[in-house]
């Protein structure tokens, strides 16, 4: 005595607003009236800024400000007269470019990563690019345009290195560039004895490249800082701890600017006169100390955020404390506070532009003192800032973006 | 002579002595002189309502807990502040949690081989073999390049038995370790324990699953408000309850 069959089609199929275009218009966009009426409003707003917005960008707005800038605002006043004395030095910044993009070539090899090549190829191919800037050959020479579209090659470069060469693991491609990064400020600053190597003083740093390294110098040291004070704020030894602490409320309760201005008033008084004073390395050193004090508050968050049971089962297997903390704890800590150290990161890319009140000419500087050293630009300072916001806005979402990237691969939020 | 021998052989017996153990959390006395031993290959389950004091007793005895008073001594070695005789302990101890506390950036794999390379300078391949072995021990042998959060409860909990085993611990500490499982996996996690205990591996249960207790204990300890209140063997205590606090308690239970 079989049951009747229960009335239920099979493979039934799904309402109409819960499915394609028009499910999810209406569910997104068109749920109930007030919703319509603001969806109506927001696309009327877009609509027409994107108008105005456009039209000022191709029609209205005069971009030869940018055009007369030049490779002012990527090197400030580097390869000038003044900064270098008869040379010719506009290939040391140059050589290196090439050898950053030598650097995210092996960075691409290392993983077969496709952002890595997506990086790695959009940095050699907008330098490439500016080969071909329509400048005549007398403002932008022959040998400056080889050297540019030698970062093409230089990313395949890189990437057989570390495909193919013993240079392939994650730290020696690391150790690479750190090596990359103190090889670079000594192309740039010079040494003295060496003819083709002439010192150029960080005075005549500037531009793109000034805040470039200062954000990388900052951003490669505030980490490890960082967690340095994070561990030693949360360590039993009352006096490391106290240290660390009294470290991190000063520097995170002080205006950067106000630490700006002591590195450069206070800080040679503590020195002798006849040292050789430098204000670039000075500041530096103050930004890094300033983003480190916040660092450390970010992973000390990850920390705290911590089940106690995660360093419980590592002890309770045996292994000492600094283990636990590097194997266990920190990997968690910090994967769980990455949006807030990119975040962090991206406040001290843009905190870079700051060096300009104690004299340094960084990317926004430059522009700035060229607009009023030069009045018949006056009307072009909207162009300018633009632009300028453009640069910026595009390294720092690159940051997120790849902070996104990185907490997929980690997994964070799933496992 | 030969009684002295017999003393000395007795006392290298008992893997574990707990001699009047005091522990106090501020003003609250947890522990209030617990004495107890435990022979090699025996299996104790230690019983009592929350707050009695059962998972304080055998966290002090890797040292997760401070004792305050008293001694405790594991595997011969005293347990002072001394951190090289707190970690010597650690090594032979095993210890399974109510919560797992598999560490979710880290496969299974990794999870159980971490330790034996880390602190017993495994080579990776060596300790890899000696995973399989237990995951496959603990019945889920396929699912070691998966992440904790990718399993059940029920697995999660076995791959935790796994990792504690991988050091090869003399002495195994469980403390609630299917509490916070839905009844299904408490079955799959039970028999790994069931298992363990036929090997004849020395284990210190703390647990509320009566069955267990009764068909696998070779003695029930049951404590209440920090002391001892009774220890017998399972028939005995099931059965026959001494103390008025344990009669109480299994009227509950049962």
């Known amino acids: 005595m ?23 218009l209406h569910a997104n966009l068109f749920s109930n009236w007030f919703n319509s009426v603001l969806t109506l409003v927001s696309a009327a707003l877009l609509v027409t800024g994107l108008w105005f917005g ?5 029609l209205a707005a005069d971009w030869t400000v940018i055009s007369e800038l030049g490779g002012r605002f990527l090197l400030g006043r580097y390869n000038t007269e003044a900064a270098c004395e008869g040379q010719n030095c506009f290939w040391r910044p ?31 191919g907008v330098s490439a690019a500016f080969a071909f800037l329509p400048y005549n050959l007398a403002t932008m020479g022959l040998d400056v345009r080889i050297l540019l579209l030698l970062n093409l090659p230089a990313v395949p470069l890189g990437w057989a290195l570390a495909k193919y060469t013993p240079l392939g693991t994650g730290t020696r491609v690391t150790i690479l560039g750190v090596a990359i990064f103190f090889i670079t400020l000594i192309l740039l600053r010079g040494l003295p004895g060496l ?35 994070a561990l030693g704020r949360r360590s039993n030894l009352p006096v490391v701890k106290v240290l660390c602490v009294f470290f991190i409320e000063v520097f995170r309760g002080v205006p950067l600017i106000t630490l700006l201005f002591m590195s450069q ?65 920190l990997p968690q800590a910090i994967r769980n506070v990455i949006p807030a150290i990119v975040g962090q990161f991206i406040g001290l890319f843009k905190d870079t532009s700051l060096v300009y009140i104690i004299g340094m000419l960084d990317v926004v500087a430059i522009g700035r003192s060229f607009i009023q050293s030069n009045p018949e630009y006056l009307p072009s300072a909207r162009e300018l800032f633009v632009f300028l916001a453009a640069v910026f806005w595009i390294f720092t979402y690159g940051m997120s973006y790849i902070s996104g990237k990185v907490e997929d691969y980690m997994g964070v939020g799933r496992r | 002579m030969a009684v002295e021998e017999t003393t000395t052989g007795q006392e290298i017996e008992d893997i574990i ?22 022979k090699p290959g025996e299996v104790v389950v230690i019983l009592g309502p929350s707050g009695s004091g059962k998972s304080t007793l055998i966290r002090t005895i890797n040292h997760l807990e401070q004792h305050q008073r008293g001694d405790i001594i594991v595997d011969g070695i005293e347990l002072s502040g001394d951190i090289r005789n707190i970690d010597a302990i650690r090594r032979e101890v095993g210890m399974v949690f109510q919560s797992f506390n598999l560490f979710p950036h880290l496969t299974v794999m990794q999870n159980i081989t971490l330790a034996p390379t880390k602190v017993r300078h495994w080579s990776k391949s060596q300790a890899e073999e000696v995973a399989n072995e237990l995951l496959t021990r603990v019945g889920i042998p396929e699912q070691a390049s998966k992440f904790p959060a990718e399993l059940s409860g029920g697995q999660q909990q076995r791959v935790a038995i796994a990792r504690a085993l991988a050091m090869q611990p003399k002495v195994m500490l469980f403390d609630e370790p299917t509490s ?5 996996m408490i079955k799959e996690v039970l028999d790994v324990m069931r298992e363990l205990a036929s090997t004849g591996m020395t284990m210190l249960t703390v647990t509320h699953e009566i069955g267990f207790a009764r068909e696998v204990a070779d003695r029930v300890i049951m404590m209440d408000e920090g002391n001892i209140v009774e220890e017998a ?22």
Request: charged fraction near 10%; charge should be neutral; aromatic fraction near 10%.
């Open chain 2, 180 to 184: 916070a499982l839905d009844p299904e």
């Open chain 2, 233 to 254: 063997e399972p028939n005995e205590f099931f059965t026959n309850p001494r103390n008025e606090r344990a009669q109480m308690f299994l009227s509950q239970i049962l």
């Open chain 1, 2 to 24: 079989a049951s009747p069959p229960v009335s239920q089609p099979e493979g039934m199929l799904p309402p109409r607003s819960e499915v394609g275009v028009t499910g999810w």
């Open chain 2, 17 to 38: 002595i707990c001699r009047d153990v005091h522990k106090w959390y501020g003003s609250f006395h947890a522990l209030k002189g617990v004495s107890t031993t435990v």
């Open chain 1, 195 to 229: 003819p083709f190597l002439q010192p150029v003083s960080v005075v005549y740093w500037g531009g793109l490249s000034l805040n470039l390294i200062l954000a990388v110098g900052g951003i490669t040291l505030s980490l490890p800082i960082g967690i340095a004070l």
């Open chain 1, 265 to 329: 008033t206070l800080v040679p008084l503590a020195f002798p006169e006849d040292m050789p004073q430098n204000s670039l390395f000075r500041a530096a050193v103050v930004i890094t100390l300033f983003s480190s004090a916040y660092m450390a508050e970010n992973i000390r968050g990850g920390l705290q955020a911590l089940h106690p049971g995660q360093a419980e089962a590592a002890r309770a297997l045996g292994l000492p404390g600094w283990q636990t903390t590097m194997l266990i704890s």
């Open chain 1, 54 to 58: 456009l039209k000022w960008i191709f």
């Open chain 1, 94 to 124: 140059q050589a290196a470019l090439i050898m950053v993009s030598v650097l995210l070539g092996a960075a691409w090899g290392l993983r077969g990563n496709r952002v890595a090549r997506a990086v790695a190829w959009l940095v050699a």
